[in-house]
């Protein structure tokens, strides 16, 4: 075998990464911060350790880098949002994109849960830095949209709270919610009620209408 054959069958840094990235949610959420090892996520990717040391730094590194990329997935539907955007649209695609990321990532929202409910130690800089001023930029456009009289004037620090946390109760709550509807796991028709009732509710909280036509939940058109 020559030297290019070699490399072009060698798998991408790129899937690597994401090789390490998905065993290491899987480990932490199982295990926890403390119980985990980095032995124990490099025999789940099926890699030397020293891979993990390479590719990501540090078991800390590795974890944070994780919660931050779960925090990314589930607010990148409001990064490009402007004062021209429609709120009803906005947060439609915001109370439905959470909810399809709930249940297509539940070990990384568990793992989030799990960190904040420890009072959120590896996470701090990050809360009180960068996740507040996304906070505020995102605040400042939807107060822009009360003023245009396009929303009721409601608090926007709330209403990104109230967001995260109702469509989260799905994934962190999972057993109890599954428990009372008798079956195993939530279905397509589940998440298509559940979030059409978030979504008439918290949108009629906000003065606006929720976008009359949805197909449904498609689990495949949510980006990851």
């Not at 290491?24 to 891979?51: C, T, W």
């Not at 559940?194 to 058109?221: M, N, R, W, Y």
Request: aromatic share 8%.
């Amino acid at each position: 075998m020559t030297a290019a054959s070699a490399t072009s069958e060698s798998p991408s840094r790129e899937k690597i990464e994401s090789s390490i990235l998905l065993s290491a949610e899987q480990v932490f959420s199982q295990h926890g911060y403390r119980g985990a090892s980095l032995q124990m996520i490099a025999d789940r990717a099926g890699l030397p350790k020293a891979n993990i040391l390479y590719y990501m730094g540090s078991k800390q590194a590795l974890y944070v880098r994780l919660l931050n990329r779960m925090m990314h997935r589930w607010n990148e539907v409001l990064e490009d949002i402007t004062p021209d955007s429609d709120p009803a649209t906005v947060l439609s695609d915001f109370i439905r994109t959470k909810m399809v990321l709930g249940q297509r990532y539940p070990e990384g929202s568990k793992l989030f849960a799990a960190e904040i409910l420890a009072g959120a130690p590896f996470l701090n800089e990050y809360l009180r830095g960068e996740l507040r001023d996304w906070v505020a930029s995102r605040a400042a456009i939807i107060r822009q949209w009360s003023a245009q009289g396009k929303m009721d004037e409601v608090d926007p620090r709330w209403l990104i709270f109230l967001i995260w946390s109702a469509t989260q109760h799905y994934t962190e709550y999972s057993a109890q919610v599954s428990g009372i509807l008798g079956r195993d796991a939530l279905t397509e028709d589940d998440l298509e009620s559940i979030s059409a009732f978030l979504e008439q509710v918290i949108l009629k909280g906000c003065g606006v209408t929720a976008p009359s036509l949805k197909q449904g939940i498609d689990v495949h058109s949510v980006e990851k």
